[in-house]
């Protein structure tokens, strides 16, 4: 589970599933005349919202608790250790589903894509129309476009607001000898992905990114298709 600088406040909530998890949730001594659901709850909020689990998603927040499981006080710290299975609200689109952003930059590999809350979205040259080209001077992507028996350039610009259809999802374990993931049951684990992106479209360390197309009618900059 690794941490993602994102902006949750600007994420569509249509966007999100539950995905089911169990964790063993440690509730301090000072909180003991607290309420135990609040307590369970912020708890959970703090170690998961706006963190990234692998194969499960970039969580957002908790959607309910399923159950609360056998729990004991330790010797060690004199903490309240109990397991809890539950459901967080979980960004981690399909295969195939249509999605809305914004173009963060273009280089002659492809483009990148934010979705304001995740940046990691990259359409490589070879998910774009066909024939396009990436224009140097202009630093953006162009689609020429045969319209009647006459070329048309349809650009794809920096801050442009563009759609595209997921077609593949990466995934790196950035702990691959450490803690299990709290993944009870939940989406099926896909492949870690077979991308061949470079250096420049993604680092190394990316945890996860999604890989788009704009190859069909419909998707691309949205003002390609407003009649």
Not at 71 to 77: N, Q, R, Y
Request: net charge negative; hydrophobic share 40%.
């Amino acid at each position: 589970m690794v941490g993602m600088s994102s902006c949750v406040c600007s994420l569509n909530v249509d966007l999100l599933l539950p995905a089911q998890l169990k964790d063993t949730v440690v509730i301090q001594p000072k909180f003991f005349g607290s309420d135990f659901k609040d307590v369970i709850e912020q708890e959970l909020n703090a170690r998961f919202a706006n963190k990234l689990v692998y194969k499960v998603g970039l969580c957002i927040s908790l959607w309910d608790i399923v159950q609360v499981d056998e729990s004991f006080i330790s010797d060690v710290d004199g903490a309240y250790h109990v397991s809890v299975t539950f459901r967080f609200a979980c960004f981690r689109p399909s295969i195939d589903e249509v999605l809305l952003g914004t173009v963060k930059s273009c280089s002659k590999s492809g483009i990148r894509v934010s979705l304001n809350f995740f940046d990691d979205v990259y359409i490589p040259a070879d998910k774009m129309r066909h024939p396009s080209r990436f224009d140097y001077e202009q630093d953006c992507w162009i689609w020429e476009y045969d319209y009647e028996g006459e070329m048309a350039e349809l650009r794809i610009d920096k801050q442009d607001t563009i759609r595209f259809r997921v077609v593949e999802e990466i995934w790196r374990d950035p702990n691959p000898d450490g803690e299990k993931n709290p993944v009870d049951s939940g989406p099926d684990a896909s492949a870690s992905g077979t991308s061949a992106l470079n250096d420049e479209q993604l680092s190394p360390s990316t945890p996860y990114a999604l890989i788009g197309s704009v190859v069909a009618d419909g998707l691309g900059v949205t003002c390609w298709w407003v009649n």
